[in-house]
Each structure stands twice: as structure tokens, then as C-alpha cells.
């Protein structure tokens, strides 16, 4: 899911991955970090699979994640 609430140009913003299991965590810290005009959430994951999914895809510069390991991952 990406959102962007800015007028900046997406290749000078901050991109964040957010990964959190919370739902509520996630909304709560995308709607305040898409208020700041230097940032944009570039995606949200509520596992680690689809965490490393969306790093991949989308390359953040700045991943916030608070998800149970991904030993099985590796």
C-alpha cells in the first residue's frame, strides 16, 4: 500500500517501508510520517515475507519494522 500526501517529488523524498504486525501501528505511523514534506511511505507490510517483497520492489531508503524473525527466510 503506498500513500503520499505531499507536494515533494518522489526521487528527492525520504522513502520508508514500514513493517509492523499491528495494523493500527502502521496506519498511525504512515499518516504521520506522509505529513512530512521530505518523507513518503513507500509500503506497508504486516509480515516478513511481505516485507522483503516490498523492500525489493520498492527500495527504501529508511525500513521501520517490528515483525517476529525471519530466520525461516534464509
Do not use: K, W
Not at 502502521?26 to 516478513?48: F, I, K, S
Amino acid at each position: 500500500m503506498t500513500h503520499s500526501l505531499t507536494a515533494t517529488p518522489y526521487s528527492s523524498a525520504i522513502r520508508i517501508l514500514i513493517g509492523d504486525d499491528h495494523p493500527f501501528m502502521r496506519e498511525g505511523l504512515t499518516a504521520v510520517l506522509d505529513y512530512q514534506p521530505d518523507m513518503t511511505v513507500v509500503g506497508q507490510a504486516c509480515n516478513g515475507y511481505e516485507a522483503v517483497e516490498l523492500f525489493r520492489q520498492h527500495q527504501p531508503n529508511v525500513t521501520l519494522m517490528s515483525l517476529p524473525t525471519l530466520e525461516s527466510l534464509s
